[in-house]
Structures are given as C-alpha cells and as structure tokens.
Antibody
Framework: QVQLQESGPGLVNPSETLSLSCTVS????????WSWIRQPPGKGLEWIGY???????KDNPSLKSRVTLSIDMSKNQFSLRLTSVTAADTAVYFC????????????WGQGTLVTVSS | DIQMTQSPSSLSASVGDRLTITCRAS??????LNWYQHRPGKAPKLLIY???SLQSGVPSRFSGSGSGTDFTLSISGLQPEDFAIYYC?????????FGQGTRVEIK
C-alpha cells in the first residue's frame, strides 16, 4: 500500500519561504509524477505542480514562478519550496502521486496545514 | 485555465438514496475527467478516472459518465461512509483544475 506523508513547518512568516517534504513508502518511486496540491481554508483545491523521477517539472503559472520542486530518490522524498509567501498562501498542502499512463491522482497524503503569519 | 463547475454545491440525502453530481468544463476536455472523494481529516480518494473508469478497490455503486464538457458522478445505494465532499478534476490541460466541490450531507 502506497503511503505519502507531508512534513515541514506549520507556521511561516510573510515574505519568507515555505518548505515542505513528502516521504513516500510502499511503492516504486519511478514511473510516476509526484504532485503538490493545496486547499486554502474554506476554498477549493488548487494544483501546484508535479515532478517526475527524472526531475522534469510542471507547475501552475498562477504561482508566478515562486515554486521550486525537487526530488531525492535515495530518500524516497520530494519537496516543495514556495517563495515570498503571503497570507493568501495559507492552506492545507497535500502531496500526491499521479499516474503517467492515466493522468489521475491515485494516492494522496493526509495534508498539512501551513499558516502564513507573523 | 479550464474552469470546472460542479452542481449542486451541497445536497442532503439518506442512506440508500441514489444521487447524481454534475461537473461542467469551460471547454471540451474529451474524457480527461477524474472524480475524488474527500472525508474530513482523511486523504482524498480517487473514485473515477477517464470519466467512467472505476478505480481499483472502489465500490461498484460509484459510476461516472460523460465526455466533452458535461460529466456526472452517480452513487447508487448511498452508504454512511459516502457522506463527504466530492470533487471533479480535469487532466486535459495544465494547470489541472478542480471543481469547487459538492458536499453530501445526511438528511
């Protein structure tokens, strides 16, 4: 059974960088896209971006190049950095796995709340 | 970006009911439409991919249909564990986008 677990600070100061990691267990790390999705309080889901095992990335243009995705196959981890955060970046952040042949997100972490506040 | 609009935004139903949730895309997305279930405090769960294919392990009371711009998720014989929020998502064009969600509550 594939499991994903987000980790990182729950509180980030405005204008600083949000950094989260996701540890994957129970499955192959290659041949998938590894994704980040977020949900601001009371709002819908927003796709942030994904990375594959080769380090190829796609991200959401709405985040205006503030996103960096990375992957560490030796640790079965992938990571998100979001720079210059504001209160609008306060959200539950989910890491997830997306198939390549089938473009659907088949496994999700439980999510971690990140609050941007001083 | 492709806008996804779900209706209704919420509904009340009883155990055993059949219900249908609709998702409309702002442009044609062929069959690149997925449905997810999200229970509070749990990881979201993939139910349907490619508009109508049932994800492995998902009960057969869930079904999906549609293509182009109009899609539906149906649940026949609603069970207590089905009370949740349901989201559609298009995987036709990046950025992937989600509907705003449909909350299914107990009547």
């Amino acid at each position: 059974q594939v499991q994903l677990q987000e980790s990182g600070p729950g509180l980030v100061n405005p204008s600083e960088t949000l950094s989260l990691s996701c540890t994957v267990s129970g499955g192959s790390f290659s041949s998938y896209y590894w994704s980040w999705i977020r949900q601001p309080p009371g709002k819908g889901l927003e796709w942030i971006g994904y990375i594959n095992f080769r380090g190829t990335t796609k991200d959401n243009p709405s985040l205006k190049s503030r996103v960096t995705l990375s992957i560490d196959m030796s640790k079965n981890q992938f990571s998100l950095r979001l720079t210059s955060v504001t209160a609008a970046d306060t959200a539950v952040y989910f890491c997830a796995r997306e198939g390549v042949a089938v473009a659907a997100i088949d496994y999700w972490g439980q999510g971690t709340l990140v609050t941007v506040s001083s | 970006d492709i806008q996804m609009t779900q209706s209704p935004s919420s509904l009340s139903a009883s155990v055993g009911d059949r219900l249908t949730i609709t998702c409309r895309a702002s442009q044609s997305i062929s069959s690149h439409l997925n449905w997810y279930q999200h229970r509070p405090g749990k990881a979201p769960k993939l139910l349907i991919y490619g508009a109508s294919s049932l994800q492995s392990g998902v009960p057969s009371r869930f079904s999906g249909s549609g293509s182009g711009t109009d899609f539906t998720l149906s649940i026949s014989g609603l069970q207590p564990e089905d009370f949740a929020i349901y989201y559609c998502q298009q995987s036709y064009n990046i950025p992937w986008t989600f509907g705003q969600g449909t909350r299914v509550e107990i009547k």
